[in-house]
């Protein structure tokens, strides 16, 4: 991943418009209140016996952690926020709201940080529906507070 470069579609989205209606940008989902980027995008593992997957979630790690020192100097210590809770609410049938919501079904934490300039939440996290499937690197950028 090309840190620089994610830091420019991070700072694009910190200043970009929300759409009106839910849908995709060329970065990834969005909808009111919220853009996200798909930061970077690994393989699946299909034909993996688990030496691959291994190797690639500490990869995913390593650039979390990489990218999140850069914006920590931004904005400061990051809030570490688990999602679990907010996806047990959805499953029970409550409305935490978007992007919380079906972020929660595939990214099980992230950082949050708080831009001092916009007062947009800007969550990095790692996203993997399933085993078999490819990690992401995602970010997001929202003026929805999380749950």
Do not use: K, N
């Given at each position: 991943m090309d840190i620089a470069k994610a830091l420019?579609?991070?700072?694009?989205?910190?200043?970009?418009?929300?759409?009106?209606?839910?849908?995709?940008?060329?970065?990834?989902?969005?909808?009111?209140?919220?853009l996200t980027?798909?930061?970077?995008?690994?393989?699946?593992?299909?034909?993996?016996?688990?030496?691959?997957?291994?190797e690639t979630a500490e990869q995913f790690a390593c650039e979390l952690d990489g990218l999140g020192e850069r914006l920590t100097e931004r904005w400061?210590?990051?809030?570490?926020?688990?999602?679990?809770?907010?996806?047990?609410?959805?499953?029970?049938?409550?409305?935490?709201?978007?992007?919380w919501a079906s972020l929660s079904g595939h990214v099980p934490d992230v950082r949050?940080?708080?831009?001092?300039?916009?007062?947009?939440?800007i969550a990095l996290g790692v996203s993997q529906w399933d085993r078999e499937l490819p990690f992401q690197l995602l970010a997001v950028v929202t003026d929805r507070d999380p749950p």
């Open positions: 420019a579609v991070i700072d694009r989205l910190c200043s970009g418009e929300f759409p009106a209606e839910p849908g995709r940008t060329d970065a990834g989902p969005a909808g009111p209140g919220f980027a798909e930061l970077e995008t690994s393989d699946d593992f299909w034909e993996d016996d688990g030496t691959r997957w291994e400061g210590t990051p809030q570490e926020f688990s999602l679990h809770g907010v996806f047990e609410r959805t499953v029970r049938g409550e409305a935490p709201g978007e992007p949050l940080w708080r831009s001092h300039e916009t007062g947009r939440w």
